[in-house]
């Protein structure tokens, strides 16, 4: 069974960058995609990057295209989340997620069925 857990989150300054892990204690996600969501103070959680179990294919929202980095490495059962050039706006519980189900490189909170308990990241003007 998947069991999702990050860390890696933290407080910042804008322009700085830090690397995201999730670790699936479960160590059975390896054929599955993976995605990273987050969720601002007041606002709905929101679709970030989401890799195939192969990692031949990726993708981000636009907001962070160019700035986050997402990869994985299946043989440590985990997935990352490089993000560079931090912003303010990046600033929310970042959650990692799990598609069990075989939607495929979906952006939607929906397709992703396990999730972890998510990680805080601060990044102050």
């Known amino acids: 069974q998947v069991h999702l857990v990050e860390s890696g989150g933290g407080l910042v300054q804008a322009g700085s960058s830090l690397r995201l892990s999730c670790a699936d204690f479960g160590r059975t996600f390896t054929r599955y995609t993976m995605a990273w969501f987050r969720q601002a103070p007041g606002k709905e959680r929101v679709f970030v990057s989401a890799i195939t179990w192969s990692g031949d294919r990726t993708s981000y929202t636009e907001s962070v295209k160019g700035r986050f980095t997402i990869s994985r490495d299946n043989a440590k059962h985990s997935v990352f989340l490089q993000m560079n050039s931090l912003k303010p706006e990046d600033t929310a519980v970042y959650y990692c997620?799990?598609?069990?189900?075989?939607?495929?490189?979906?952006?939607?909170?929906?397709?992703?069925?396990?999730w972890g308990q998510g990680t805080q990241v601060t990044v102050s003007s």
């Open positions: 997620a799990a598609d069990t189900q075989g939607y495929g490189l979906g952006s939607a909170a929906y397709a992703y069925d396990v």
